[in-house]
């Protein structure tokens, strides 16, 4: 079992948050995956298709292109006939006016012969037709080859070209095709014109009718692709052929009608999909990592990352904005690992990497990809305190995916036998390489954000230069000798037993900053004057434990990070100033001593013994004065805490031997980290007597090298 795994009964609470935590995170997946079928057709025309094979789900019709549409409807145009009404009355009306007026014409002399020559033309026109205005422009757009002339429910085709528009009418009416014959001039008295009237009205209704019988000749589509058949293979040309198959597909994606069952039964994988990522993930942080669980920033920067992802590819597939290998996946397992730990951070990948992959077509080697840069990031990214080592393990991540997408196409036989296949993934992973480096810009915020504290901001804490450093080194000398000192044993002890390192460094720098308050009333900033003497033991004991509180109350107004301020809060535990609390018991007892010599009463003295048990009298004693000689804890809850407790008394006790030898130094930390255990102070962290033992025996080796401890020679 894990260290940082608590088992214990949960509460309603904790069960509430549970289910919450899972509820929405599974709400929020579901929501944002595309609706419908996903397509992530990306191709260009006479390039290679660089996906893997694409085999078709279901049935679908190939699609004629629009340029052979257009063909073909030019090509069906000529069998179009638009209809239009004749007018009979029109005709009659027209020769029966010129009849009328031609009579004051005859009067003046124009021989009868020319009432049979108009009236020949003015039936010519209306037998062929005339167009009006609207009609004519009409045609001139639909252009068609014939007209369909229907009177009586009996139609007639006509050439559209020998209709006659009212100018060419009127034309035709004035031409004079026999000038010696007929001329025209002595018609003076009459206006052609007014014998033009259109009788041939355009029919809507039954031209729309023929023009939909017409355009039903058309056929739309060219063939037909089976379920299961492979629409195009990769590293095959995409020509015209193959373009109008991935149209014609995408097309039917659009235009696929799904069921009220196929909806539902698509929305409940999806539902199902999420919950088992999301209830995994959960499992593995009750099983190893319950801790996490208890801490409300920690829950939220696990799912803010664990989410976004996703939703980004889920955008990306959904308005095909680009390819999802430029979206720096490696992000999520770099921030957990600097923030968390290692396997926490590998687990929440991979969860986030299976969520994204399953709005892709082809999601086998995208899996494989981001999972080997995870695992790489991980491996390659320990601790992030320098730029430096951001930047070779983004150069180790990007080499690892390049391969390893290499090694998918030769293994699949995709990229051997083509070698025009496109680089463009290659590229794309590149770029995503890069964009890995921002998590340095992105760690301030999200510490802020979330409460983490990061390696960067640990380093930065101990620079020497620092504010509260530099204060701590002018004012109290000798306890920041002590920090220094207690720094180095404590991160040399936590690199040995897995810890980290880092914190427990900054940890030590910073433990004993309340001691700035009142630096002389501490040994190591004394030069000879004690201002302890001539005051309570029980006061001097709550001035040294002050030195607790108002570290925090520095910390605060320095804004130190929350994981620093635990250690100081936590370096003595609840255990006792020792040498004002001895001193005090010292003194009570020889006071009750003196007290039972001056009893003269026997009645008196065993009233002050009960049942005769003097050690009984003097425990009773002991526990009744620890009150005040007591630290308020709380008590070491992390590995690192409890190795900062065992490096700080072990430091300050080391500095009253009176000799430096292997055996004494031995004896000193065996004492001081034993009375420890024996005092439970590690009760409430995660360490183990192995652990101690070990801890025990690098704080020894320490501090011999420290002081130079030599073997004694024989004299």
């Given at each position: 079992?894990?260290?940082?795994?608590?088992?214990?009964?949960?509460?309603?609470?904790?069960?509430?948050?549970?289910?919450?935590?899972?509820?929405?995170?599974?709400?929020?997946?579901?929501?944002?995956?595309?609706?419908g079928?996903?397509?992530?057709l990306?191709?260009?025309?006479?390039?290679?298709?660089?996906?893997?094979?694409?085999?078709?789900?279901?049935?679908?019709?190939?699609?004629?292109s629009?340029r052979?549409?257009?063909?073909?409807?030019?090509?069906?145009?000529q069998?179009?006939?638009?209809?239009?009404?004749?007018?009979?009355?029109?005709?009659e009306?027209?020769?029966?006016?010129?009849?009328?007026?031609?009579?004051?014409?005859s009067?003046?002399g124009?021989?009868?012969?020319y009432?049979?020559?108009?009236?020949?033309k003015?039936?010519?026109?209306?037998?062929?037709g005339?167009?009006?205005?609207?009609?004519?422009?009409?045609?001139?757009?639909?252009?068609?080859?014939?007209?369909r002339?229907?009177?009586?429910?009996?139609?007639?085709?006509?050439?559209?070209?020998?209709?006659?528009?009212?100018?060419?009418?009127?034309?035709?009416?004035?031409?004079e095709?026999?000038?010696?014959?007929?001329?025209?001039?002595?018609l003076?008295?009459?206006?052609l014109?007014?014998?033009?009237?259109?009788?041939?009205?355009?029919?809507?209704?039954?031209?729309?009718?023929q023009?939909?019988?017409?355009?039903?000749?058309?056929?739309?589509?060219?063939?037909?692709?089976?379920?299961?058949?492979?629409?195009?293979?990769?590293?095959?040309?995409?020509?015209?052929?193959?373009?109008?198959?991935?149209?014609?597909w995408?097309q039917?994606?659009?235009?696929?009608?799904?069921?009220?069952?196929e909806?539902?039964?698509?929305?409940?994988?999806?539902?199902?999909?999420?919950?088992?990522?999301?209830?995994?993930?959960?499992?593995?942080?009750?099983?190893?990592?319950?801790?996490?669980?208890?801490?409300?920033?920690?829950?939220?920067?696990?799912?803010?990352?664990?989410?976004?992802?996703?939703?980004?590819?889920?955008?990306?597939?959904?308005?095909?904005?680009?390819?999802?290998?430029?979206?720096?996946?490696?992000?999520?397992?770099?921030?957990?690992?600097?923030?968390?730990?290692?396997?926490?951070?590998?687990?929440?990948?991979?969860?986030?990497?299976?969520?994204?992959?399953?709005?892709?077509?082809?999601?086998?080697?995208?899996?494989?990809v981001?999972?080997v840069?995870?695992?790489?990031?991980?491996?390659?990214?320990?601790?992030?305190?320098?730029?430096?080592?951001?930047?070779?393990?983004?150069?180790?991540?990007?080499?690892?995916?390049?391969?390893?997408?290499?090694?998918?196409?030769?293994?699949?036989?995709?990229?051997?036998?083509?070698?025009?296949?496109?680089?463009?993934?290659?590229?794309?992973l590149?770029?995503?390489?890069v964009?890995?480096?921002?998590?340095?810009?992105?760690?301030?915020?999200?510490?802020?954000?979330?409460?983490?504290?990061?390696?960067?901001?640990?380093?930065?804490?101990?620079?020497v230069?620092?504010?509260?450093?530099?204060?701590?080194?002018?004012?109290a000398?000798?306890?920041?000798?002590h920090?220094?000192?207690?720094?180095?044993?404590?991160?040399?002890?936590?690199?040995?037993?897995?810890?980290?390192?880092?914190?427990?460094?900054?940890g030590?720098?910073?433990?004993?900053?309340?001691?700035?308050?009142?630096?002389?009333?501490?040994?190591?900033?004394?030069?000879?004057?004690n201002?302890?003497?001539?005051?309570?033991?029980?006061?001097?004991a709550?001035?040294?434990?002050?030195?607790?509180?108002?570290?925090?109350?520095?910390?605060?107004?320095?804004?130190?990070?929350?994981?620093?301020?635990?250690?100081?809060?936590?370096?003595?535990?609840?255990?006792?100033?020792?040498?004002?609390?001895?001193?005090?018991?010292?003194?009570?007892?020889?006071?009750?001593?003196?007290?039972?010599?001056?009893?003269?009463?026997?009645?008196?003295?065993?009233?002050?013994?009960?049942?005769?048990?003097?050690?009984?009298s003097?425990?009773?004693?002991?526990?009744?004065?620890?009150?005040?000689?007591?630290?308020p804890?709380?008590?070491?809850?992390?590995?690192?805490?409890?190795?900062?407790m065992?490096?700080?008394?072990?430091e300050?006790?080391?500095?009253?031997?009176?000799?430096?030898?292997?055996?004494?130094?031995?004896?000193?930390?065996?004492?001081?980290?034993?009375?420890?255990?024996?005092?439970?102070s590690?009760?409430?962290?995660?360490?183990?007597?192995?652990?101690?033992?070990?801890?025990?025996?690098?704080?020894?080796?320490?501090?011999?090298?420290?002081?130079?401890?030599?073997?004694?020679?024989?004299e």
């Amino acid at each position: 079992m894990s260290r940082y795994n608590h088992k214990h009964n949960l509460s309603v609470r904790e069960y509430l948050y549970r289910i919450l935590f899972a509820a929405v995170s599974i709400a929020i997946l579901v929501l944002c995956m595309p609706r419908g079928t996903i397509s992530t057709l990306r191709y260009q025309k006479n390039e290679p298709w660089e996906d893997e094979a694409l085999i078709a789900q279901d049935s679908f019709p190939i699609l004629k292109s629009a340029r052979q549409v257009k063909h073909e409807q030019d090509s069906l145009r000529q069998f179009y006939e638009p209809y239009f009404r004749l007018d009979a009355n029109v005709m009659e009306n027209q020769l029966q006016a010129f009849r009328q007026d031609f009579v004051s014409l005859s009067a003046q002399g124009i021989p009868h012969y020319y009432l049979q020559h108009f009236l020949g033309k003015i039936h010519d026109i209306y037998s062929t037709g005339i167009l009006g205005g609207e009609d004519t422009r009409l045609l001139g757009v639909s252009k068609p080859q014939y007209v369909r002339v229907y009177h009586d429910n009996e139609s007639s085709a006509c050439p559209a070209s020998q209709l006659f528009s009212e100018k060419a009418a009127y034309e035709y009416l004035a031409r004079e095709t026999d000038s010696i014959r007929y001329n025209h001039s002595r018609l003076h008295g009459l206006d052609l014109m007014k014998y033009v009237t259109p009788n041939l009205a355009y029919d809507s209704l039954k031209s729309a009718q023929q023009r939909q019988e017409v355009d039903g000749r058309l056929v739309r589509t060219k063939g037909v692709v089976l379920q299961g058949q492979k629409i195009v293979d990769r590293g095959q040309i995409v020509d015209e052929e193959v373009e109008d198959i991935l149209l014609s597909w995408e097309q039917h994606q659009k235009e696929h009608k799904l069921t009220t069952r196929e909806r539902l039964t698509r929305f409940g994988a999806r539902i199902v999909y999420a919950a088992i990522l999301v209830i995994l993930l959960l499992m593995y942080f009750q099983q190893f990592r319950s801790d996490y669980l208890d801490n409300l920033r920690t829950v939220l920067l696990i799912m803010s990352l664990s989410l976004f992802f996703p939703i980004v590819t889920y955008a990306i597939v959904s308005r095909m904005w680009a390819s999802v290998y430029m979206v720096p996946y490696c992000v999520l397992p770099i921030m957990l690992r600097i923030a968390l730990d290692s396997r926490t951070a590998f687990v929440t990948h991979v969860m986030a990497v299976l969520a994204s992959a399953i709005v892709l077509t082809q999601p086998f080697t995208f899996v494989v990809v981001q999972i080997v840069a995870g695992l790489v990031a991980i491996y390659s990214l320990r601790e992030l305190s320098q730029r430096s080592e951001l930047f070779r393990s983004t150069v180790w991540v990007t080499l690892s995916t390049l391969l390893t997408y290499l090694c998918m196409e030769f293994v699949r036989n995709t990229a051997g036998g083509n070698p025009e296949l496109s680089r463009w993934p290659y590229i794309y992973l590149i770029v995503a390489g890069v964009l890995t480096m921002l998590v340095y810009l992105l760690l301030i915020p999200i510490e802020r954000i979330f409460g983490f504290t990061s390696i960067v901001t640990l380093v930065e804490l101990q620079n020497v230069n620092n504010p509260l450093l530099r204060r701590l080194s002018e004012e109290a000398t000798g306890t920041f000798n002590h920090s220094m000192q207690v720094a180095n044993l404590a991160a040399e002890v936590a690199n040995r037993l897995g810890g980290r390192a880092q914190l427990v460094r900054t940890g030590a720098l910073y433990h004993d900053i309340g001691k700035l308050e009142n630096a002389v009333f501490f040994t190591e900033n004394q030069n000879g004057q004690n201002p302890h003497d001539g005051l309570p033991y029980e006061r001097s004991a709550q001035i040294i434990i002050q030195h607790v509180e108002n570290g925090l109350r520095l910390a605060d107004k320095y804004k130190l990070p929350k994981a620093v301020k635990e250690f100081i809060a936590t370096h003595h535990g609840k255990s006792l100033t020792k040498y004002f609390y001895v001193q005090r018991v010292k003194s009570e007892e020889l006071r009750m001593k003196n007290e039972e010599l001056r009893m003269k009463n026997e009645e008196f003295a065993a009233a002050l013994t009960p049942n005769g048990n003097s050690d009984s009298s003097l425990f009773t004693l002991h526990s009744s004065l620890e009150a005040p000689f007591r630290y308020p804890g709380p008590k070491p809850q992390t590995l690192e805490q409890a190795i900062l407790m065992m490096a700080d008394a072990v430091e300050a006790a080391s500095r009253s031997l009176p000799e430096y030898t292997e055996e004494s130094i031995s004896a000193m930390v065996e004492k001081i980290v034993g009375s420890q255990v024996a005092d439970g102070s590690f009760d409430e962290c995660a360490i183990t007597f192995r652990e101690i033992a070990e801890a025990k025996e690098v704080l020894s080796a320490r501090l011999r090298t420290v002081y130079h401890t030599r073997i004694q020679y024989p004299e």
